[in-house]
């Protein structure tokens, strides 16, 4: 049973924007604790790009403040990532990552990001 599916990756030009989605399934959504968007360059260790709890707060890395928004739509239990102003050192696979309260940890099978310059 596939209890997270992303979409939204593709190809987008520097300066440009993409939405990335991942979808979660329901019974783990009602539970979620926290969610985060994870990335992963070729050749780079998988680091946090954005985290947002049940509360509300957000941690977002350096690289991504004032440009990467994660925020959740409780209508269709998904989570989002806005990117917007991508730039080249963006490019990786992406990976979506949630905790439930009871402390289950689940990820997505990820999707990639390409910016050109």
């Known amino acids: 049973q596939v209890q997270l599916v992303e979409s939204g990756g593709g190809l987008a030009q520097s300066g440009g924007s993409l939405r990335l989605s991942c979808a979660v399934s329901?019974?783990?959504?009602?539970?979620?604790?926290?969610m985060a968007w994870y990335r992963q360059a070729p050749g780079k260790e998988r680091e946090l790009v954005a985290s947002?709890?049940?509360?509300?707060?957000?941690v977002y890395a350096d690289s991504v403040k004032d440009r990467f928004t994660i925020y959740r739509e409780n209508t269709n239990n998904t989570v989002y990532l806005q990117m917007n102003s991508l730039k080249p050192e963006d490019t990786a696979i992406y990976f979506c990552?949630?905790?439930?309260?009871?402390?289950?940890?689940?990820w997505g099978q990820g999707t990639q990001v390409t910016v050109s310059s």
């Open positions: 990552n949630v905790i439930t309260f009871l402390n289950r940890n689940f």
């Open positions: 947002l709890t049940r509360s509300g707060s957000t």
């Open positions: 329901r019974s783990i959504f009602l539970m979620l604790h926290s």
